[in-house]
T-cell receptor, first 113, second 112 residues
Framework: GDSVTQTEGLVTLTKGLPVMLNCTYQ??????LFWYVQHLNEAPKLLLK?????KRTEHQGFYATLHKSSSSFHLQKSSVQLSDSALYFC????????????FGKGAKLTVSP | EAAVTQSPRNKVTVTGGNVTLSCRQT?????MYWYRQDTGHGLRLIHY???????QIGDVPDGYKATRTTQEDFFLLLELASPSQTSLYFC???????????FGAGTRLSVL
C-alpha cells in the first residue's frame, strides 16, 4: 500500500539557519504530495502541495520539489524564524480513489533565538 | 475559508463506555475523514466518506464505527472504549477537485 516516510522526528535549529525536512514515499499511483503544518494546540493546515515532476512549489518561504525519480518531496526553507516552530507532516494522496491521504509520522521543528 | 466544527472538544470516559464524536462541515465538500493523532505515529486515518450514507474503511478502523448522516455531518462511534483509544481526534473535509484537507480543531479523548 501507499506509505510516507519522514526520517527526522525532532529538529532543533537557531533562527536564521536553513532547514530541510525529508519526505519519501511509495505508491503505485501517480503521486500527489503535500506538506501540512500544525502549530501548537492548532489543527493541521496545508502548507504546500506538489506540482509536476521536478517543478518547485513555494509558499510562505517554504519550498519543495517533487522528484519522481527518487520518490521524494523534501521541504526546505533558507532561513527559519521563531514562528516556524511547529509539527510538519508530509502526506501522499492516492489520487485514483479520491483524496485519501496517508501521512508521515511528522517532524517537530523547534527554532530557538 | 472552509469551516469544520467538532464536538465535544474534550471528553473523558471510562473503559467500556460509549462515546460519539461529532463533526459538521459547512463547505459543501463531498469528502469527510476521521483521523487520530498520536505522538510518534502522526495522523492515522480511521474512516472516511464520499457522501451521505457512504462509508470507507481507513487504515486503523478496529474499535471504531462511523456514520455519515448528511453531506454536512460525520460521526465517529466508540461503542466499547478502551484506554488504547485515548488520543486526539481530527475530523477533516475536502473537495475532491481541490485535493486539500480542511481540519477541525480536534477532540481530545481520554479513556480511563
Amino acid at each position: 500500500g501507499d506509505s510516507v516516510t519522514q526520517t527526522e522526528g525532532l529538529v532543533t535549529l537557531t533562527k536564521g539557519l536553513p532547514v530541510m525536512l525529508n519526505c519519501t514515499y511509495q505508491t503505485t499511483y501517480s503521486p500527489f504530495l503535500f506538506w501540512y503544518v500544525q502549530h501548537l494546540n492548532e489543527a493541521p493546515k496545508l502548507l504546500l502541495k506538489s506540482s509536476t515532476d521536478n517543478k518547485r512549489t513555494e509558499h510562505q518561504g517554504f519550498y519543495a520539489t517533487l522528484h519522481k525519480s527518487s520518490s521524494s518531496f523534501h521541504l526546505q526553507k533558507s532561513s527559519v524564524q521563531l514562528s516556524d516552530s511547529a509539527l510538519y507532516f508530509c502526506a501522499l494522496s492516492d489520487g485514483g480513489t479520491g483524496s485519501k491521504l496517508s501521512f508521515g509520522k511528522g517532524a517537530k521543528l523547534t527554532v530557538s533565538p | 475559508e472552509a469551516a469544520v466544527t467538532q464536538s465535544p472538544r474534550n471528553k473523558v470516559t471510562v473503559t467500556g463506555g460509549n462515546v460519539t464524536l461529532s463533526c459538521r462541515q459547512t463547505n459543501s465538500h463531498n469528502y469527510m475523514y476521521w483521523y487520530r493523532q498520536d505522538t510518534g505515529h502522526g495522523l492515522r486515518l480511521i474512516h472516511y466518506s464520499y457522501g451521505a450514507g457512504n462509508l470507507q474503511i481507513g487504515d486503523v478502523p478496529d474499535g471504531y464505527k462511523a456514520t455519515r448522516t448528511t453531506q454536512e455531518d460525520f460521526f465517529l462511534l466508540l461503542e466499547l472504549a478502551s484506554p488504547s483509544q485515548t488520543s486526539l481526534y481530527f475530523c477533516a473535509s475536502s473537495d475532491y477537485s481541490q485535493n486539500t484537507l480542511y481540519f477541525g480543531a480536534g477532540t481530545r479523548l481520554s479513556v480511563l
